[in-house]
């Protein structure tokens, strides 16, 4: 225990370096894979806007890509992330690998949810003539929003894991911390408090994201 006190000024600067690692996934893979996921949607066999190669050629992106273990796929990433970002290793090229690898999960995650919207909804609308960007924006998000914000809620929990991996790939964050100072230097403490406010941090927004989709769920 007293091996802690020594290292607690440092845990401000290791949870703020694990909440961007995850606004940027959420913001970046999460836009990402709202956009993918939608196209999958509306462009599979009886969607707003029917379209095979593209439906199959992103269904066998996502496909290939989600599978592969976040760890492995950041090493395969390292020459992209190089090229993008200008190093292979550091917050830069852990931030885009955590993009890269939520962009195809949450994909299909918004594809999953979305179709959980009822067919007679959206055929409505298009009998009363509207665009399919309209039917987008106007019904099958809103409509979806419930499921979606679930979806999230799960793929925020996920990225939270990946994130334990950034001391590993030259990152800094709660992950790295507990690597660095508890893994070691041989000091459970450590590695159960950072444990500990992963845990207090995914709860928080497990319980946000409940609430908000309850709420909209009995809209």
Avoid: H
Wanted: aromatic share 10%.
């Amino acid at each position: 225990m007293n091996d802690l006190i020594p290292l607690l000024p440092k845990l401000p600067e290791a949870i703020l370096q694990t909440v961007i690692y995850v606004t940027a996934a959420m913001t970046i893979g999460g836009g990402l894979g709202l956009f993918f996921g939608i196209v999958l949607v509306v462009t599979r066999r009886g969607g707003i806007a029917p379209n095979a190669p593209v439906f199959y050629t992103l269904n066998f992106l996502v496909n290939f890509v989600r599978p592969i273990p976040f760890l492995i796929l950041a090493f395969t990433l390292q020459p992209l992330a190089r090229l993008v970002t200008g190093t292979g290793i550091g917050d830069p090229a852990f931030i885009f690998m955590l993009c890269f690898a939520c962009t195809f999960g949450i994909s299909r995650l918004v594809e999953q949810n979305l179709l959980t919207v009822p067919p007679g909804v959206i055929e409505a609308a298009r009998a009363m003539g509207a665009s399919r960007i309209r039917i987008i924006l106007t019904v099958l998000i809103p409509e979806g929003l419930g499921p979606l914000v679930l979806g999230y809620t799960f793929a925020f929990v996920a990225i939270m894991d990946m994130t334990a991996l950034a001391g590993i790939l030259g990152a800094e964050g709660l992950g790295n911390f507990a690597l660095l100072y508890g893994y070691r230097q041989f000091n459970p403490w450590v590695t159960w408090t950072a444990m500990l406010i992963m845990i207090a941090i995914v709860q928080l927004v497990q319980l946000l994201g409940n609430g908000l989709a309850r709420k909209l769920l009995r809209r």
